[in-house]
């Protein structure tokens, strides 16, 4: 289960704005739901994403996974309970290492890294199949450098690596926006196996409607750095992308409309 | 408050010594000053006080003593050589300056004669002969018709004493080979320019540079088998030398010092001349070379050391005139091993540079300093009785300390990854001078890991050091590379690789990427002073200077490597690839010097290489393009 509580972050510009990101979102995501996340540009959908992985720490609330507090750790300190797939595909894998080289990395995720040369036969015997499951043909690929694969190949295996070591909590973050629709969609299907077969829980943003109700069990959407709306069961089965659409424009102009008219402060 | 107690007693004597380095000659100068002064009931700390400083080499901060000594309220200046003198003259003109250990004091502006000096600087001059080493030279070698002697051109009196020398070669009719050199490090290359320009044998003109690293003279020379005469008798390990006593000369200056406290006008009393020459022959070293003294010569000197019942026999046979054959240095393998040598030697330190700049891709500085650490660290264990292996050992951990030290600045107080090497490269010259207690350190004729060659494998007893060291060199090379490889390969090692190529992602796995650079940085500067440690059992000597330059060297092995690589990928490869860029730039450092380069040119030479080697991949993809489009 995941835990946020009036989690609050405010970045200060260059030139000394200072703009609020997160104000006080509260989400609580049970073990094993996936829940997909959209807004605008800037809306901080990707900031609440960062904040949960701890790319930087927020100013106020707090953060439990698993009923571990990890408000005020390191990244790499929470990593032990978080698996990424980043929406660069470049930035999830070592592109100078080989393929099973960083499926080693990532399968020693958060755990102590000793003087054992680890990518052994049974090893590379045991990512041989992992990959064969993706369906890419990749398995003859082990020992290739991952600088060598495609970006949906990466993303793949990208995916692979976060799930490698079974997370608490699995983050996407538009993870199929810099691939080619075919790509995208082949990552999507992988994700969705992935996702269910371990029965992850899982906050994914994204930017396709489409995706954001087609995915997973509930999808938020964050506007100002707060939630706007929060849709599961019933409520969110009926709707297509173009009502997800139109509700959302809805309470954006409410939002903005508000924000106009509030008195000065 | 010093300065207070200056001021509050008129009468008090107290005397501002300086001296450049730690050299033998200004030693002696200085223990003859004392014991002059000491002598006539000045004792520092009871009857005077006296303000030492030694600027280590670091000529600037003579500057900042004189200006330190007029602070403190000095009232006598004391200098010993010449750019103390020179320093003191330019700052200090109301108080007396008493200066020794002078070659020539005209050429630095004191005065035009003896008697028509500055009125507050008078003092002892000791103008060597070296025009009379000359002759005696040729006296000594009548075989050796080419005599060779390094300069240092930043010396103030390299012209003077060259211009004596080459009248010392017109009077003794032989010929006279100059090759100017600019660092201690560079000695070794200076040598063998001078053979390859033809060179038989070597006199060595004072320097202060140059006798600071006395002992590397003297192995370079025995290596060329080219017979080497001193000009001053301070420096050991020259068969035989003709100098003036550098002692004599400062006890000289300390008398002028006593008339000077006892009330004398510096501007009456005329520059005085150290005349008494001192001819020294050292029979052990001339056994180290392979030569013998002719019973003429032996009869003449003052003193003899190193002698043997035996030696003295064989200088009475009729044998003894003739040289003995060489026992080597003409083998032309003895080059090429002492490059090859080298080169094994800087192996560790290409991997070194190897893992902060490929492996980790941080622009660590710290190795011009990590290098001479490792140098320093295991010279003054060695001298100090310590068994080498134990001192090689100990100069990793400390080569690790420092290049730890350049990873926290970087990682905890987020100063920039050069930034944070210049820093730590910085702090070592000191920490360098304080292990070493001076700026250069002899390793000549003391148990180095040569010794341990030969207790390991008894066959080596016959060979030379520099195949015994060759050989070792070559089994550490292998078993430290397979370290490397191995190391690389494990979790941790991968995690290390991981945090140069992409910081993001091995967070995001877990990795606390901070201690991984710590971690990086001190294992590279590990291997870094490893190397120095080697170099310095290889070359006879650890310099505080020696460090000038390794980061190119370094690069210039790294590149050279990865243009040997032609494309093939894989660990194992680049390591040993690596390996063969560092043999092969001492090899290409040895070969220009064999052509006869001008050591001065070296550097130049070195990124000549670096270039070649950086656009010859990019030549050959523009022809093959080239070919293509036609």
Not at chain 1, 183 to 190: F, G, M, P, T, V
Not at chain 2, 73 to 97: E, F, M, N, Y
Not at chain 2, 98 to 120: E, K, Q
Not at chain 2, 310 to 337: C, D, H, V, Y
């Amino acid at each position: 289960m995941i835990e946020i509580e009036r989690l609050e972050k405010t970045f200060t510009q260059p030139g000394g704005e200072r703009v609020p990101a997160l104000r006080g979102i509260d989400l609580v995501i049970p073990t094993g739901q996936f829940v997909t996340v959209i807004g605008t540009n800037g809306s901080g959908k990707s900031t609440l994403l960062n904040a949960v992985a701890g790319t930087f720490l927020p100013d106020g609330g707090t953060i439990r996974i698993a009923g571990i507090d990890v408000t005020r750790q390191p990244e790499f300190r929470r990593a032990s309970l978080i698996g990424r797939v980043f929406q660069d595909p470049f930035k999830g894998t070592c592109p100078s290492m080989s393929v099973g080289e960083n499926l080693r990395m990532a399968e020693l995720r958060g755990e102590r890294r000793g003087l054992r040369v680890g990518l052994s036969r049974s090893a590379l015997d045991r990512y041989h199949e992992l990959v064969k499951g993706l369906g890419m043909r990749l398995e003859g690929r082990l020992r290739a450098t991952m600088g060598t694969l495609s970006g949906g190949q990466r993303q793949a295996i990208t995916l692979l690596m976060a799930t490698l070591k079974r997370p608490q909590l699995l983050l996407l973050d538009e993870h199929t926006a810099a691939l080619d629709p075919r790509a995208a969609d082949q990552i999507i299907k992988i994700t969705d196996d992935v996702v269910r077969e371990n029965k992850l829980t899982t906050l994914m943003v994204t930017h396709s409607m489409e995706q954001a109700l087609e995915q997973g069990d509930r999808t938020i959407m964050v506007h100002r750095g707060e939630i706007l709306a929060d849709l599961s069961g019933d409520e969110r089965a009926g709707l297509d992308a173009n009502d997800l659409l139109r509700r959302f424009t809805e309470l954006r102009y409410t939002v903005e409309f508000a924000v106009a008219n509030r008195p000065p402060a | 408050m010093t300065l207070a107690c200056g001021k509050s007693d008129a009468r008090k004597i107290v005397i501002g010594y300086a001296q450049v380095s730690s050299v033998a000659t200004l030693d002696e100068a200085r223990a003859g000053f004392f014991k002059a002064l000491a002598d006539s009931g000045f004792v520092p700390d009871k009857t005077i006080t006296v303000i030492e400083r030694n600027a280590q080499g670091d000529i600037p901060a003579l500057g900042l003593i004189m200006s330190d000594f007029q602070q403190q309220g000095v009232t006598h200046v004391a200098t010993v050589s010449s750019v103390a003198t020179q320093a003191a003259l330019k700052s200090i003109t109301d108080r007396p300056i008493i200066f020794g250990a002078v070659a020539n004091p005209y050429v630095i502006g004191a005065g035009t004669s003896p008697a028509n000096h500055r009125p507050n600087i008078t003092g002892a001059e000791i103008p060597l002969p070296v025009d009379s080493a000359v002759v005696l030279a040729h006296e000594t070698f009548p075989d050796v018709k080419e005599w060779g002697t390094l300069f240092d051109p930043a010396d103030p009196f390299a012209e003077f004493y060259l211009e004596k020398a080459k009248a010392g070669a017109a009077a003794a009719g032989v010929r006279l080979i100059t090759v100017a050199c600019t660092g201690p490090g560079d000695i070794a290359a200076g040598i063998q320019a001078l053979k390859a320009q033809g060179a038989r044998g070597v006199v060595q003109i004072p320097s202060v540079m140059i006798g600071g690293a006395f002992s590397a003279v003297v192995k370079s020379t025995r290596q060329a088998n080219m017979p080497l005469v001193g000009t001053t008798t301070s420096f050991q390990g020259a068969p035989i030398a003709l100098g003036l006593s550098f002692y004599a000369n400062g006890y000289d200056m300390g008398l002028i010092m006593i008339r000077v406290l006892r009330g004398a006008d510096p501007a009456t009393i005329p520059f005085q001349s150290e005349k008494k020459r001192s001819l020294v022959v050292d029979l052990a070293s001339a056994r180290a070379y392979g030569v013998t003294i002719p019973p003429a010569i032996l009869a003449r000197a003052d003193s003899v050391i190193g002698g043997n019942p035996e030696a003295k026999t064989s200088t009475a046979g009729p044998q003894a005139i003739t040289q003995q054959p060489a026992r080597r240095g003409n083998n032309p393998f003895e080059f090429w091993l002492v490059a090859i040598t080298q080169g094994l030697a800087f192996a560790a330190l290409a991997w070194g540079v190897y893992l902060s700049s490929r492996v980790l891709r941080f622009a660590d500085i710290t190795p011009d300093g990590s290098f001479t650490l490792g140098a320093a660290v295991a010279a003054a264990m060695i001298v100090s009785g310590k068994d080498p292996l134990l001192a090689t050992g100990v100069a990793v951990l400390a080569g690790m300390v420092a290049g730890y030290v350049t990873g926290l600045l970087h990682t905890r107080l987020g100063v920039k990854d050069l930034l944070a090497g210049i820093l730590v490269m910085t702090a070592l010259y000191s920490v360098n001078l304080h292990v070493m207690g001076k700026s250069n350190i002899s390793l000549l004729d003391v148990r180095t890991l040569v010794a341990d060659v030969h207790a390991i494998i008894p066959a080596s007893q016959g060979w030379s050091d520099d195949l015994s060291l060759g050989v070792l060199f070559f089994f550490i090379t292998v078993v430290l590379g397979l370290i490397l490889a191995w190391f690389l390969r494990t979790d941790f090692g991968m995690a290390m690789r991981a945090v140069g190529d992409n910081p993001a992602m091995i967070t995001a796995q877990g990795v606390d990427q901070r201690r991984m650079i710590e971690l990086g940085l001190a294992i590279a500067n590990g291997l870094v002073a490893f190397s120095g440690a080697l170099m310095a059992q290889q070359q006879g000597f650890a310099d505080v200077a020696m460090g000038v330059g390794t980061l190119v060297a370094g690069m210039a092995a790294v590149i050279m490597g990865e243009t040997l690589l032609f494309n093939k990928r894989g660990l194992g490869y680049t390591i040993i690839m690596v390996a063969a860029g560092a043999i092969l730039f001492r090899g290409m450092v040895a070969l220009a010097l064999r052509m006869g380069l001008n050591p001065i040119d070296l550097k130049l030479a070195t990124a000549a290489f670096v270039l070649a080697a950086l656009a010859l991949p990019k030549l050959r993809v523009t022809r093959s393009a080239f070919r293509t489009a036609k």
